[in-house]
């Protein structure tokens, strides 16, 4: 059946494995998948891939949706969301299989391979040479393994009715060269005799991957496999089995997705690159079941799930302007396959950290307080939502992360216990002391305590005592916070109040007494 030339709809899939966390990079599958299905109205699916039962790890597939979920990548179809065509884990679709790797033997397309592991080690040893140091089981060394193309047929039915364990091989057929269409690659050509007869079914009953997939594809009448370049070798071999189940006609189109590499260019980024560099390579925080060791998760370090995916989107992807900050809608009009490079992309977390910025920036200041303030009462610290929000207006342009509010804006919630001693020294006069009793005296008689009041009291003062900014404002500010940086002084002193200021600048008169006694 021509699922493909029948239905209008693109079908697109996310068919990850439950075998630990979701890498980034397997998130940005995802992210591409989603985008090229919205865009053309189409379905994206989530299947879970998981036919090796070895490799399975307890809480993956949940810690998938519910990272899929974070990034706002909602599918259509998959577990928990059934469509006609489930159901969406291979487990549960055991019984599909068998039958379609049976129609291949009897095709004279695979074959029953009865080797144990010491036979199939026996043959690597016999066949290796400094040329060849891995031989496969493949067209070379087919025939001198047992298997039903070596055995008798009747020594085949007699071993299966025994219950010798068996797997299904594919044939892979002699001399022959298969080209197939990339929508980001162009065309790919494959010579056989690098292809190996891959286990199509195993012994435990279940599919392996590349079996499963393609009867999947199929069924579930997926039009594009957006995934990884990793798969790109295996493709021939996919291409073959639609070709020998007779689904040329339903076979979707291929695009493989370039690598996400380390900063320097030089490999695939992996967990131990994120340890070693410190940063994370998964979007939520996991916790391996059996060792309890956690790893950080782009989400708990104060990403934003809008600026992860934005930064994600662009890696591997150009829209071909300068457009560089889009909302997941702009993403999906100006996503396209044929603007995805071939080249592998360089994970920069600095860039990854300027998108988180931009976006807490676009923020109102309510939308902010209700991103800091479970960081505050976290720590302890509770305020109100008017004096959250004034605190995020003042501090948006210099973090990165909600928890920076707490780290660049700590004086806003405890006095200073140490002060920049190096500009107290440089700029404290012996008439210091004075000029600041009197200044406290001018802001305590004021009635309107805003910024714009204290700023004009201030000026005024410094004019009528023939004071110069340097003389007061770097000292007002260290008396205010302890460093030398941060917003307007004016700024600090309103959102602290009249009598907190007050109090931390006589406070401060005592303290730089005993820092200048130190000198």
């Given at each position: 059946?021509?699922?493909?030339?029948?239905?209008?709809?693109?079908?697109?899939?996310?068919?990850?494995?439950?075998?630990?966390?979701?890498?980034?990079?397997?998130?940005?599958?995802?992210?591409?998948n989603y985008l090229y299905a919205r865009k053309n109205k189409g379905v994206?699916?989530?299947?879970?891939?998981?036919?090796?039962?070895?490799?399975?790890?307890?809480?993956?597939?949940?810690?998938?949706?519910?990272?899929?979920?974070?990034?706002?990548?909602?599918?259509?179809?998959?577990?928990?969301?059934?469509?006609?065509?489930?159901?969406?884990?291979?487990?549960?679709?055991?019984?599909?299989?068998?039958?379609?790797?049976?129609?291949?033997?009897?095709?004279?397309?695979?074959?029953?391979?009865?080797?144990?592991?010491?036979?199939?080690?026996?043959?690597?040893?016999?066949?290796?040479?400094?040329?060849?140091?891995?031989?496969?089981?493949?067209?070379?060394?087919?025939?001198?393994?047992?298997?039903?193309?070596?055995?008798?047929?009747?020594?085949?039915?007699?071993?299966?009715?025994?219950?010798?364990?068996?797997?299904i091989r594919i044939k892979i057929p002699e001399h022959f060269t298969l080209?197939?269409?990339?929508?980001?690659?162009?065309?790919?050509?494959?010579?056989?005799?690098?292809?190996?007869?891959?286990?199509?079914?195993?012994?435990?009953?279940?599919?392996?991957?590349?079996?499963?997939?393609?009867?999947?594809?199929?069924?579930?009448?997926?039009?594009?496999?957006?995934?990884?370049?990793?798969?790109?070798?295996?493709?021939?071999?996919?291409?073959?089995?639609?070709?020998?189940?007779?689904?040329?006609?339903?076979?979707?189109?291929?695009?493989?997705?370039?690598?996400?590499?380390?900063?320097?260019?030089?490999?695939?980024?992996?967990k131990r690159d994120g340890d070693r560099l410190g940063f994370p390579v998964?979007?939520?925080?996991?916790?391996?079941?059996?060792?309890?060791?956690?790893?950080?998760?782009?989400?708990?370090?104060?990403?934003?799930?809008?600026?992860?995916?934005?930064?994600?989107?662009?890696?591997?992807?150009?829209?071909?302007?300068?457009?560089?900050?889009?909302?997941?809608?702009?993403?999906?009009?100006?996503?396209?396959?044929?603007?995805?490079?071939?080249?592998?992309?360089?994970?920069?977390?600095?860039?990854?950290?300027?998108?988180?910025?931009?976006?807490?920036?676009?923020?109102?200041?309510?939308?902010?307080?209700?991103?800091?303030?479970?960081?505050?009462?976290?720590?302890?610290?509770?305020?109100?939502?008017?004096?959250?929000?004034?605190?995020?207006?003042?501090?948006?342009?210099?973090?990165?992360?909600?928890?920076?509010?707490?780290?660049?804006?700590?004086?806003?919630?405890?006095?200073?216990?140490?002060?920049?001693?190096?500009?107290?020294?440089?700029?404290?006069?012996?008439?210091?002391?004075?000029?600041?009793?009197?200044?406290?005296?001018?802001?305590?008689?004021?009635?309107?305590?805003?910024?714009?009041?204290?700023?004009?009291?201030?000026?005024?003062?410094?004019?009528?005592?023939?004071?110069?900014?340097?003389?007061?404002?770097?000292?007002?500010?260290?008396?205010?916070?302890?460093?030398?940086?941060?917003?307007?002084?004016?700024?600090?002193?309103?959102?602290?109040?009249?009598?907190?200021?007050?109090?931390?600048?006589?406070?401060?008169?005592?303290?730089?007494?005993?820092?200048?006694?130190?000198?």
């Open positions: 059946m021509n699922f493909i030339h029948k239905m209008k709809t693109i079908r697109v899939r996310f068919a990850p494995s439950p075998t630990g966390p979701l890498h980034i990079g397997g998130v940005r599958t995802a992210l591409y994206f699916i989530l299947r879970i891939e998981d036919t090796d039962q070895n490799r399975y790890v307890q809480g993956a597939e949940d810690y998938i949706i519910r990272s899929l979920q974070w990034c706002g990548l909602d599918f259509d179809e998959g577990p928990g969301r059934e469509g006609h065509l489930g159901p969406y884990r291979q487990s549960e679709r055991k019984a599909l299989y068998r039958q379609y790797a049976e129609q291949l033997v009897q095709s004279g397309h695979a074959y029953y391979a009865f080797d144990t592991p010491e036979e199939l080690e026996a043959m690597r040893q016999r066949l290796k040479t400094p040329e060849n140091p891995s031989p496969q089981y493949d067209m070379k060394s087919r025939m001198g393994m047992t298997n039903s193309l070596t055995l008798r047929a009747t020594e085949v039915d007699a071993r299966i009715r025994a219950g010798e364990p068996y797997v080209t197939f269409g990339d929508l980001i690659r162009g065309d790919v050509t494959f010579d056989s005799s690098v292809l190996d007869d891959k286990v199509l079914f195993k012994s435990d009953g279940m599919p392996t991957y590349h079996l499963a997939n393609v009867v999947d594809d199929y069924l579930m009448q997926v039009t594009h496999v957006i995934r990884g370049e990793e798969w790109l070798p295996s493709t021939p071999l996919h291409v073959l089995l639609y070709q020998f189940l007779g689904w040329q006609q339903a076979m979707p189109q291929f695009a493989h997705l370039p690598l996400i590499l380390r900063p320097d260019g030089h490999g695939k980024l992996s998964y979007p939520l925080e996991w916790t391996d079941p059996v060792s309890g060791e956690k790893a950080a998760g782009f989400r708990e370090l104060g990403f934003l799930p809008e600026a992860f995916v934005n930064m994600l989107a662009l890696l591997g992807w150009n829209p071909g302007t300068d457009q560089e900050i889009f909302t997941m809608d702009e993403l999906i009009r100006a996503f396209s396959l044929e603007r995805v490079g071939k080249s592998g992309a360089r994970f920069d977390f600095e860039k990854a950290r300027w998108f988180n910025q931009q976006y807490l920036r676009k923020k109102s200041p309510a939308e902010l307080a209700a991103l800091v303030s479970p960081v505050l009462e976290s720590n302890g610290i509770f305020r109100e939502q008017s004096y959250v929000e004034q605190l995020c207006a003042l501090l948006v342009d210099r973090i990165t992360f909600p928890q920076d509010f707490l780290i660049e804006g700590r004086y806003f919630f405890f006095a200073p216990e140490t002060y920049d001693e190096k500009t107290i020294r440089k700029r404290w006069k012996p008439e210091s002391a004075t000029i600041f009793e009197r200044l406290i005296h001018t802001l305590n008689g004021l009635e309107d305590f805003s910024a714009a009041t204290v700023e004009s009291a201030v000026h005024q003062f410094m004019e009528a005592n023939k004071l110069r900014p340097g003389e007061v404002l770097p000292l007002l500010r260290i008396m205010l916070t302890g460093v030398t940086h941060g917003p307007a002084v004016f700024a600090i002193a309103a959102l602290l109040g009249k009598q907190e200021t007050l109090e931390r600048m006589k406070n401060a008169l005592t303290k730089f007494a005993r820092v200048l006694s130190n000198a």
